[in-house]
């Protein structure tokens, strides 16, 4: 990697995390201009209420980027749980989406410790800890 390259490298990643930004931004405002009587609709569709559903919007799109990593650390096949368990599996990319654990979380993940101690924190745990072997290796 040349010197050139490094700086550009991370000037991108801080032009990307802007225009993440300012999406998300974007995606607020149209929430926030949407009438109460369509947004409790969506909400209802996707079987929450409009409060859940606007405090997930708020998290942002990577807000449930743990739980797949999570997943594959406990040796569960998404994709099956995908299949098998749909909204389950929604369910609990909302409760990741909402986490407050999200720094024990990424610790963990990044050590390879995340199986040994999900359970401390995770308010997946309790699903994960139920589900049967069709979605377990």
Same mark, same amino acid.
């Given at each position: 990697m040349t010197v050139q390259e490094?700086?550009?490298?991370?000037?991108?990643?801080?032009?990307?995390?802007?225009?993440?930004?300012?999406?998300?931004r974007r995606e607020l405002r149209e929430m926030r201009e949407m009438d109460?009587?369509?947004?409790?609709?969506?909400?209802?569709? $996707?079987?929450?209420?409009?409060?859940?559903?606007? *405090? !997930?919007? =708020?998290?942002? &799109?990577?807000?449930?980027?743990?739980?797949?990593?999570? $997943?594959t650390a406990l040796g569960i096949d998404q994709d *099956? !749980?995908? =299949?098998?368990? &749909?909204?389950?599996?929604?369910?609990?990319?909302r409760v990741c989406a909402m986490c407050s654990h999200k720094r024990q979380c990424d610790r963990d993940l990044a050590a390879g410790t995340a199986a040994a101690h999900y359970e401390e924190y995770c308010g997946n745990a309790p699903t994960i800890d139920g589900l049967g072997p069709r979605v377990n290796p």
């Open positions: 490094k700086p550009y490298s991370a000037v991108g990643r801080v032009v990307d995390s802007f225009g993440e930004w300012l999406k998300h109460a009587a369509n947004f409790s609709q969506i909400a209802g569709e $996707l079987r929450m209420t409009s409060a859940d559903l606007e *405090a !997930l919007v =708020r998290q942002g &799109p990577h807000a449930a980027d743990e739980l797949p990593k999570m $997943l *099956a !749980l995908a =299949r098998t368990e &749909p909204l389950v599996l929604r369910d609990m990319e």
